[in-house]
């Protein structure tokens, strides 16, 4: 079987110098920095699956095994078939029809079986399937699914997104033995966008009492208008930086650091838009409409970023011979704003 191929890229620009605004910015200690990242990858794979022989096409399964010979029980007798062969006046005719698309044995081809064997199994008095009873393909010849789904859209998507920030710090030695700093950082990521809008959620209704399928840039019955992520922005997003450097005792060895900040994580928006993006089919209205609400996200228009707080405390000693004692506490916490 011949490898697919594999490819991997990643590109990035990167710029920065002095900031000098003509009258307002003349410090040498204020710079701007702009950077650009791109990543493009293909991991394609091959898929084996096992198809129905001709006889099976046909219905006659009487060569037919499943870890050894099974037998097959008709779903509306509970009785086995004879010679495990199913009449051709019982395969369904959407089954009949899905068949002509399936390739034969050690073809290429890709498709999903949903069909288990259950409905053609035999049950003891427990309603527990017998050992050796049952077949997949006769229960997708019989169109006896034991469990279905639907997946609307494609599997291809064209994330976008972009990040910007701000960062202000200052120095205060207060002591000889002690300095102090602190720095204040404003981040805002935008949700992620698809490039072609193949994305859908649901606008929903005060009290939920209605429900309609929206599409990027759309404008939705209920709540207005969505952004193309059809997610709003988390703008508050203000990250403090804390931290100290002491040596308690001026003719001593001892290094006391410490330091205290307030950092955001965006991969909440990287899971909302794989779900926005799973819901959307054709211009994504179909999609959003048969999709169900497997969470309490699907729908909602904020979405916060996650708050993670980090606390570093780190000691350090000189002893005699030249040797060095270190201590450090590190710790992260999330107080808040986790999305549900």
Known sequence: MEKPSYAQARFSLSGGGPLRIPKLIQSDRAFVFLNYFGARSRNPFNAVSTLPTAAERSGDLSQSVARGPVVIHDPLTRLP????????????????????????????????????????????????????????????????????????????????????????????????????????????????????????????????????????????????????????????????????????????????????????????????ASLLARAAAGDGRRGAAHAALPRRNFGQRALHLVEIHRQRLDVRRRRGGGQRTRRRHRASRFPGRLPV
């Open 81 to 272: 078939f004879a010679d495990n062969r199913i009449p051709a006046s019982r395969i369904n005719p959407a089954a009949s029809g899905l068949l002509s698309f399936f390739p034969p044995p050690n073809q290429n081809g890709r498709g999903t079986f949903t069909f288990s064997g259950f409905a053609t199994s035999g049950f003891d008095a427990d309603g527990q399937p017998l050992a050796g009873t049952g077949f997949d393909v006769a229960d997708f010849l019989l169109g006896r699914p034991q469990s279905s789904s639907v997946r609307f859209g494609g599997a291809d998507t064209y994330f976008r997104s972009s990040s910007f920030s701000a960062f202000a710090q200052d120095d205060w030695r207060a002591r000889p033995n002690l300095t102090l700093n602190a720095g204040l950082r404003y981040e805002f990521r935008p949700p992620l966008a698809e490039k072609y809008n193949r994305m859908a959620t649901l606008d929903i209704a005060p009290g939920f009492m209605a429900v309609a399928p929206v599409t990027p840039g759309a404008s939705g019955p209920y709540t207005g208008v969505f952004p193309r992520g059809l997610v709003n922005s988390d703008r508050n997003n203000l990250a403090p930086r804390f931290g100290l450097a002491w040596r308690p005792f001026p003719k001593g060895s001892t290094l006391v650091r410490a330091g205290y900040g307030w950092y955001y994580n965006a991969s909440v928006y990287n899971q909302a």
